[in-house]
């Protein structure tokens, strides 16, 4: 069966420094990932996916990540955060035999940018 | 703007009292999900839908019914809420199974 482990639960971090947030999976097959991120009273907004292709993967408010197969990880990353970046952030992983558009979803990581 | 709509977006009810969630989309999408996210545990499947009358269970479907009669709609309804029920819920959509989630506002219920 899938999983997804994001490895903290909350990571505060001053602003304009550089913020990682971990991310691991299982599966035996061929996986998706994916990073969304939560503001408050809101939905979840998708940040970057990975689905095949380059490992480095480029998404939006200059946030990347990096599908590293052998250690099953997909690491979320910034190197200059901003207030704004505060939100929640939710790792999540599908595959091929996906039914239904389902996606399983790590326990989240509560990113605080102080000033 | 393509967006999934969910309301209402605040619920309280008491045990018992039978509610329904309403979630609609406008992209024409194939694949609607809901889900419930509750603190320390991310989000987590309760039914999908596939296209017009094929729905089935995700992993937490208990006390929980759907409904797909039209493309654009998937209404969750809870026929007897109980307080391990109070969550916070989102509807999402999709073209197809490999494609990312479009995600509504969410609806936070609390069953007391």
């Known amino acids: 069966a899938q999983s997804v482990t994001q490895l903290d639960s909350q990571v505060p971090v001053f602003e304009e420094a550089p913020v990682e947030l971990r991310c691991n999976y299982s599966?035996?097959?061929?996986?998706?990932l994916f990073w969304y991120v939560q503001y408050p009273n809101q939905g979840l907004q998708l940040l970057l996916k990975?689905?095949?292709?380059?490992?480095l993967v480029k998404g939006i408010n200059g946030f990347e990540a990096e599908f590293n197969k052998s250690q099953t990880s997909f690491h979320l990353r910034k190197p200059s955060v901003h207030i704004s970046d505060t939100a929640e952030y939710f790792c999540?992983?599908?595959?091929?035999?996906?039914?239904?558009?389902?996606?399983?979803f790590g326990q989240g990581t509560e990113l605080s940018v102080k000033p | 703007e393509a967006q999934v709509t969910q309301n209402p977006r605040y619920l309280i009810t008491v045990t018992g009292k039978k509610l329904t969630v309403t979630c609609s989309q406008n992209m024409n999408h194939e694949y609607m999900s809901w889900y419930r996210q509750d603190p320390g545990l991310g989000l987590r499947q309760i039914y999908y839908s596939m296209n017009v009358e094929v729905t089935d269970k995700g992993d937490v479907p208990e006390g929980y019914k759907v409904s797909r009669k039209e493309k654009r709609n998937f209404p969750l309804i809870l026929e007897s809420p109980s307080p391990n029920q109070t969550s916070l819920y989102f509807c999402?959509?999709?073209?197809?199974?490999?494609?990312?989630?479009?995600f509504g506002n969410g609806t936070r219920l609390t069953v007391t």
């Open positions: 999402a959509s999709s073209i197809d199974r490999v494609v990312p989630l479009h």
């Open positions: 990975y689905l095949s292709g380059s490992t």
């Open positions: 999540a992983v599908s595959d091929e035999r996906n039914q239904g558009g389902k996606l399983i």
């Open positions: 599966s035996s097959v061929s996986v998706y």
